[in-house]
């Protein structure tokens, strides 16, 4: 798959080791930094449903009281209270999308990724140190 036969020299050789090794290094540091992230996600987005699903119950609950209130001020604090709740509800949901389930995903197949190049790394390395010992 590569060319390593056009490599004719220890000190070729000993150059790709130094660059592919600094690759592999710097995909490690991603991967962490990655997998860190994938976590966040996840036990964020399990947080985020459990409290989108307690402001949703809560705006139903107020809206039965606002519906049996007389006009008045008690009826305008509840209306106040439920427009606060839809926008905690709003930013919520806004917050799902950018932690929820896809963005997990997107994390996830992001660490595959990197794990892939991080092989094909060690595939190179393991072709060139394979090929420096024979010169």
């Known amino acids: 798959m590569y060319s390593f036969t056009k490599i004719t020299t220890v000190a070729d050789c000993d150059v790709l080791l130094t660059w592919a090794e600094r690759e592999k290094s710097d995909l490690t540091f991603k991967k962490m930094s990655v997998e860190r992230l994938t976590t966040n996600y996840s036990s964020t987005s399990i947080e985020i449903d459990v409290i989108l699903q307690g402001v949703v119950a809560e705006i ?76």
């Open 60 to 135: 139903a609950a107020v809206e039965i009281v606002i519906n049996t209130l007389p006009d008045g001020p008690t009826k305008e604090s509840e209306e106040k209270r439920k427009t606060r709740l839809e926008y905690k509800r709003f930013l919520l949901e806004n917050r799902k999308e950018s932690y929820g389930a896809v963005a997990l995903l997107e994390k996830e197949l992001d660490l595959e990724r990197i794990n892939n190049d991080v092989d094909e790394v060690d595939d190179f390395i393991a072709g060139i140190t394979a090929h420096k010992n024979t010169l």
